[in-house]
C-alpha cells in the first residue's frame, strides 16, 4: 500500500471535519465577539516596543471588550462603503494590533481581507492591487521612514478600481479615510460570516492565493492539535499576519482558544526582553532564523512553549535550542499551501520522511510522498487556490495537492525541504 492509499485510510476513518472546525464557524471576527462576551476584562491584544518611534502611535492593550468595540465600529463605517459584499480589501501593515483590528474589521464588514507584505515598494504595491482586483485599501500613516497612505494614494491614481483608501494616523493624507475617526462614531455592527481571505504566496504580488474561512479554520485547528492553546497564555510572536504562517501561529491561534496575542513588530531587543518578561504564561514564536540568537538568550519561566516557524526550503539540522530546554513546536510553511506542525523537530522530520507512519490529524490535514519524491497534501487545512480577477474559486479539500517541495533525506531522516 502507497503512501497515499495509507493517507486516504487516514482520512475516511476521521470523524467530520465540519465538527472539528477549531471553534471558528462564523471566522476570526466572530471568535473576538464570542470571548468579549465570556471575558471581556481577558486582554485581546498588545504591542511591545517602543511604537511611537516606529509609527508615531504609543503601544496599546486591548481587551476583548474594547477590541470587539472598535472591531464593530470599523466594520459599521466599511459597511457603509458603496461595495458589493464579499468585495476584496487590501491589508497593508507593518503588523502590530492595529493590524489585526484591520483585518477583523474587514472580515466583519462582510468583505474579502487581503494581506499584503508591509516590504512591498510602491511597484509591487500597484500590482498586488491589480492583481487581487482590490476596491479598496486599509493601511497606516507612518512606518519608520515611510508613508504608506501617502504611497498608497499615489497607487491609486494608476488603479482605476481602487474605490476605497483608509487609514490609521498620524500622517494620513487628503483623500484617506481616517480609521480613527471611523474608530470614535457610534453604532457597532454585529459581525457578518467570514468569506476567508487572500495572501500572496511568496510574497508575489502577482500570485494572490485564496483560502476559505472553513480552510483556515483547519489550518489553525490542525497546528493546535499538537499543543492546544489555553485562554489564560498569551501568543508572543515575531511573526507578522500577512501570511499564512503569521495568521495561524498568531492571530488565528489567540483567537480560536480566546488568548492573548503580543506582537514584536518591527523587531526591537530591549522590547523582545521587556515583552518575555511580562508575567503571563507564554507561547512564544519565532522564525527559525533567529534560533542562534534565542541560543544566547535565556528563556524566562514565562515561555511555556517555544514555537519554532521554517519556512520552506529548510534546514531542519540546525539545534541552537535544545528540544528538551522548553516544551517545543515546529511549525513548516510549505508556501500559502500548508502548515505542518509537530511536536519538536525530530517529529517533524518523521513526519516528512515518513507520513504514514506519523500522521497528522485526518479530519484536517494528510501528507504523503508522492512516486516523486515530492510532498502533496489534502484536506480542509490546505485547501487553496489561486485567486482570479473575477469569481471567488471554490478550491476541494480532499482533492491531493502538490506542495511545491520534497524532503531532502540522509540515512532515511529528514534533513532539510527543497523546492522541486
Do not use: K
Given at each position: 500500500m502507497n503512501a497515499f492509499a495509507?493517507?486516504?485510510?487516514?482520512?475516511?476513518?476521521?470523524?467530520?471535519?465540519?465538527?472539528?472546525?477549531?471553534?471558528?464557524?462564523?471566522?476570526?471576527?466572530?471568535?473576538?465577539?464570542?470571548?468579549?462576551?465570556?471575558?471581556p476584562q481577558r486582554t485581546a491584544l498588545r504591542d511591545s516596543?517602543?511604537?511611537?518611534?516606529?509609527?508615531?502611535?504609543?503601544?496599546?492593550?486591548?481587551?476583548?471588550?474594547?477590541?470587539?468595540?472598535?472591531?464593530?465600529?470599523?466594520?459599521?463605517?466599511?459597511?457603509?462603503?458603496?461595495?458589493?459584499?464579499?468585495?476584496?480589501?487590501?491589508?497593508?501593515?507593518?503588523?502590530?494590533?492595529?493590524a489585526a483590528l484591520a483585518h477583523l474589521a474587514v472580515e466583519a464588514a462582510g468583505h474579502l481581507p487581503c494581506?499584503?507584505?508591509?516590504?512591498?515598494?510602491?511597484?509591487?504595491?500597484?500590482?498586488?492591487?491589480?492583481?487581487?482586483?482590490?476596491?479598496?485599501?486599509?493601511?497606516?500613516?507612518?512606518?519608520?521612514?515611510?508613508?504608506?497612505?501617502?504611497?498608497?494614494?499615489?497607487?491609486?491614481?494608476?488603479?482605476?478600481?481602487?474605490?476605497?483608501?483608509?487609514?490609521?494616523?498620524?500622517?494620513?493624507?487628503?483623500?484617506?479615510?481616517?480609521?480613527?475617526?471611523?474608530?470614535?462614531?457610534?453604532?457597532?455592527?454585529?459581525?457578518?460570516?467570514?468569506?476567508?481571505?487572500?495572501?500572496?504566496?511568496?510574497?508575489?504580488?502577482?500570485?494572490?492565493?485564496?483560502?476559505?474561512?472553513?480552510?483556515?479554520?483547519?489550518?489553525?485547528?490542525?497546528?493546535?492539535?499538537?499543543?492546544?492553546?489555553?485562554?489564560?497564555?498569551?501568543?508572543?510572536?515575531?511573526?507578522?499576519?500577512?501570511?499564512?504562517?503569521?495568521?495561524?501561529t498568531g492571530l488565528g491561534a489567540a483567537l480560536a482558544a480566546g488568548a492573548g496575542l503580543e506582537t514584536v513588530i518591527p523587531f526591537e531587543e530591549a522590547g523582545f526582553r521587556t515583552a518575555l518578561l511580562r508575567p503571563v504564561p507564554t507561547r512564544l514564536v519565532v522564525p527559525a532564523l533567529i534560533e542562534p540568537a534565542l541560543a544566547a538568550l535565556p528563556l524566562p519561566w514565562t515561555v511555556r512553549v517555544l514555537n519554532v516557524v521554517h519556512r520552506a526550503p529548510a534546514s531542519l539540522t540546525r539545534r541552537a535550542v535544545p528540544d528538551g530546554e522548553k516544551p517545543r513546536l515546529d511549525s513548516l510553511v510549505l508556501g500559502e499551501t500548508a502548515v505542518v506542525t509537530r511536536p519538536g523537530l525530530s517529529d517533524l522530520a518523521a513526519t516528512l520522511a515518513y507520513p504514514d507512519r506519523a500522521p497528522l490529524p485526518p479530519a484536517h490535514l494528510a501528507l504523503a510522498r508522492g512516486e516523486d519524491g515530492g510532498l502533496a497534501c489534502r484536506g480542509p487545512a490546505c485547501a487553496s487556490a489561486p485567486l482570479p480577477r473575477g469569481a471567488t474559486p471554490e478550491p476541494e479539500a480532499w482533492a491531493w495537492r502538490g506542495s511545491g517541495y520534497r524532503p531532502v533525506l540522509s540515512g532515511g531522516a529528514a534533513i532539510g525541504v527543497a523546492a522541486i
Open positions: 495509507v493517507a486516504e485510510r487516514a482520512v475516511e476513518a476521521a470523524p467530520d471535519a465540519s465538527a472539528r472546525s477549531g471553534g471558528l464557524p462564523g471566522g476570526l471576527s466572530a471568535c473576538l465577539f464570542a470571548a468579549a462576551r465570556a471575558a516596543g517602543d511604537r511611537a518611534a516606529w509609527c508615531g502611535r504609543p503601544a496599546i492593550t486591548w481587551t476583548y471588550a474594547a477590541a470587539a468595540e472598535i472591531v464593530g465600529r470599523l466594520a459599521r463605517g466599511i459597511g457603509a462603503w458603496r461595495l458589493p459584499a464579499g468585495s476584496r480589501v487590501g491589508l497593508w501593515f507593518s503588523g502590530g494590533a492595529e494581506a499584503m507584505p508591509a516590504a512591498w515598494d510602491p511597484g509591487q504595491l500597484a500590482a498586488g492591487i491589480e492583481a487581487a482586483n482590490l476596491l479598496g485599501v486599509l493601511t497606516e500613516g507612518r512606518r519608520g521612514v515611510r508613508r504608506p497612505a501617502e504611497e498608497l494614494t499615489h497607487a491609486a491614481m494608476r488603479q482605476f478600481s481602487l474605490r476605497y483608501l483608509a487609514a490609521f494616523g498620524p500622517g494620513v493624507p487628503d483623500g484617506v479615510i481616517s480609521l480613527d475617526a471611523m474608530a470614535l462614531e457610534r453604532g457597532v455592527a454585529e459581525p457578518a460570516p467570514s468569506r476567508g481571505l487572500v495572501t500572496f504566496e511568496g510574497g508575489d504580488p502577482e500570485r494572490p492565493v485564496y483560502r476559505s474561512a472553513e480552510a483556515l479554520a483547519a489550518a489553525i485547528a490542525a497546528h493546535c492539535d499538537v499543543l492546544p492553546l489555553t485562554a489564560d497564555e498569551r501568543v508572543l510572536t515575531l511573526l507578522p499576519a500577512h501570511d499564512l504562517r503569521g495568521l495561524v
